[in-house]
């Protein structure tokens, strides 16, 4: 398929557009090593994946609470005040800047995610650039999990457009795999990954940054 312009482009959220860095930073202060974030992140992925591959479902702050039980000694005090810390994200530095040339190019912006509500719009109102953005959504909604179709095409659905009218940019390459099987235009570039998961193919667009990946959408063919 050839791929077009898109005229709404949907941005994964955490570690995508937000930083980390308090949440990290709160485990650091429980007593944990920083690197740890990393190994609890993919946990909640997979308790997510697990359910909803079954026909099941639970919440990613749930996921969440599963993944640090599995992986520190933590009282559930202690997990929540780390689940608590996705409330203070800031936009990574990149951010405004990519979602504005979008916004000066005529291009739609809204945040996918699968995570809790309201933490999207709070660490955009957090950074400044929330009139970028027109709407923030997250799967919990619907009740699924990135990447499962339903989820992207819901997105596009809400947004009313065409699936192929659409892009999500991602960080994570399971991420825009699933857009690019919805339909979606899938747009991904490297942040904590290096490289996109080769046993996926390749992307619709890549970049070597999210600015590459912003100039490479806008790069595409006009309708």
Do not use: N
Not at 128 to 138: D, K, Q, W
Not at 145 to 168: F, I, N, Q, T
Not at 183 to 207: C, H, I, M, S
């Amino acid at each position: 398929m050839t791929r077009r312009r898109p005229e709404v482009v949907a941005f994964d959220v955490d570690e995508t557009l937000l930083d980390l860095a308090p949440v990290r930073a709160t485990l650091v202060e429980l007593g944990e090593p920083a690197p740890l974030l990393g190994t609890v992140f993919a946990r909640t992925l997979l308790t997510g994946f697990a359910a909803a591959a079954v026909g099941s479902w639970c919440r990613f702050r749930d996921a969440f609470d599963a993944a640090l039980a599995q992986e520190t000694g933590f009282s559930a005090d202690q997990r929540a005040s780390v689940a608590d810390a996705f409330g203070e994200l800031s936009p990574h530095p990149d951010v405004e800047p990519a979602l504005r040339r979008l916004t000066e190019a005529g291009v739609r912006v809204v945040t996918l995610s699968h995570g809790s509500p309201g933490v999207a719009e709070a660490g955009l109102e957090r950074g400044g650039i929330t009139p970028l953005v027109e709407r923030s959504m997250t799967s919990e909604t619907i009740r699924a999990w990135k990447p499962s179709r339903e989820v992207y095409l819901w997105a596009a659905g809400l947004c009313d457009v065409a699936p192929e009218r659409m892009a999500l940019v991602a960080s994570h390459g399971w991420d825009v795999l699933g857009a690019g099987r919805a339909g979606l235009t899938g747009a991904w570039f490297p942040r904590r990954e290096r490289v996109f998961p080769a046993v996926y193919g390749e992307p619709d667009v890549a970049g070597a940054d999210l600015a590459g990946a912003v100039d490479a959408l806008l790069a595409l063919p006009p309708r």
